[in-house]
């Protein structure tokens, strides 16, 4: 096991959670253009092991794991949604982020996208959490 996927492992074992990633197949992500390329699909569940409460959500893989059969790791997951948490909260600001053109409708649809998870994270996990989950690197 890699020295980063010993940090992810601690923490879901100090923070009482399970991972779970299950194959979904060649499913397009919403940002994702005609002849776009991605890794291949994954529902991912992170579960609280105390009250069972749990967080479902949308992931795909690299496309370099795809080529090579690897599942996504509980780092891999974890390291991607640690910076989720802290998506600007307008839409002007998240054009200004991440380079979207403020008038494309699209932009607004992956804007909506993207903060509904960001809430759903912050909602997930407690500040602390998200502090913990920030240094795993």
Request: glycine share 6%; hydrophobic share 30%; aromatic share 14%.
């Amino acid at each position: 096991m890699s020295d980063y996927e010993a940090q992810a492992q601690t923490f879901l074992t100090d923070h009482g959670l399970t991972f779970k990633a299950a194959f979904g197949g060649q499913k397009c992500p919403l940002w994702c253009d005609k002849g776009c390329q991605h890794g291949d699909h994954y529902r991912v569940t992170l579960k609280r092991v105390e009250n069972r409460k749990s967080i479902s959500f949308d992931f795909w893989n690299s496309i370099s794991d795809q080529r090579n059969g690897k599942a996504p790791t509980a780092y891999d997951v974890l390291a991607c949604i640690s910076s989720d948490f802290y998506t600007p909260e307008t839409f002007t600001d998240f054009c200004s982020e991440y380079g979207y053109d403020p008038d494309s409708r699209k932009a607004e649809q992956t804007f909506k996208a993207v903060d509904k998870f960001a809430r759903r994270l912050r909602e997930f996990f407690s500040e602390e959490e998200a502090r913990a989950l920030s240094e795993i690197q």
